[in-house]
């Protein structure tokens, strides 16, 4: 069974990554890890669901499945499988990313609320409803959410018209 991963543990896995890097990496991480680490809401999770860049996938593999083992963490305890929502993001999310970590070669940047919001509406699992009722109470903006899924919803991008479903009963469950 794995376990789930508190901040600490997370940073102290990002700390090994960074110490056995030899060149700048930047990893852009959403789901219950920036959630967790990018806006202190306390959450069960296992991973980190993060896109490296300034490195392959598989070359930063070798070394986050060494870190599992030295930890006793999952093997996938650092992953990419978010990424398949990367392309709902506005193109300006890059402005709200938070720096959660810097290390001498890493540097670890969370997705803003706004933007999680966005891909907890397009993955609407069970468990984002509570991850979306979060991201409601701690400020993201409601508006700027709709405005973006609509935006895509009228390109025809798949999934706009669940996520907007999705958005609009988390907003009816905070009651607003």
């Known amino acids: 069974m794995e376990k789930n991963l508190t901040a600490l543990q997370m940073k102290e896995a990002l700390t ?7 060149s700048e990496v930047t990893l852009m991480i959403g789901g219950g890890g920036a959630m967790l680490l990018a806006h ?3 959450l ?10 300034g490195i392959e996938v598989g070359a930063l593999d070798v070394w986050v499945k060494q870190i ?17 929502f990367t392309h709902t993001l506005p193109a300006d999310y890059g402005d709200r990313l938070v720096n959660v970590f810097s290390g ?3 540097r670890v940047e969370a997705l803003g609320k706004e933007d999680l919001l966005i891909m907890k509406c397009f993955a609407h ?3 984002d409803v509570g991850h979306g009722r979060a991201l409601i109470r701690l400020g993201a903006d409601r508006k700027r959410v709709e405005n973006h899924i ?19 009963e ?3 469950l905070e009651g607003v």
């Open 104 to 106: 001498g070669h890493l």
């Open 16 to 22: 090994r990554l960074d110490e056995l890097l030899s």
């Open 150 to 168: 609509e935006a895509l919803q009228k390109k025809g991008i798949p999934g706009a018209d669940k996520a907007l479903e999705f958005l609009d």
């Open 68 to 84: 599992a083992q030295e930890n006793g963490l999952s093997p996938d305890w650092l992953n990419p499988y978010f990424s398949t």
């Open 125 to 127: 699992r069970l468990k």
């Open 40 to 42: 202190g809401f306390p």
């Open 170 to 172: 988390l907003l009816d």
């Open 44 to 53: 069960a999770t296992t991973d980190i669901d993060g896109i490296p860049k």
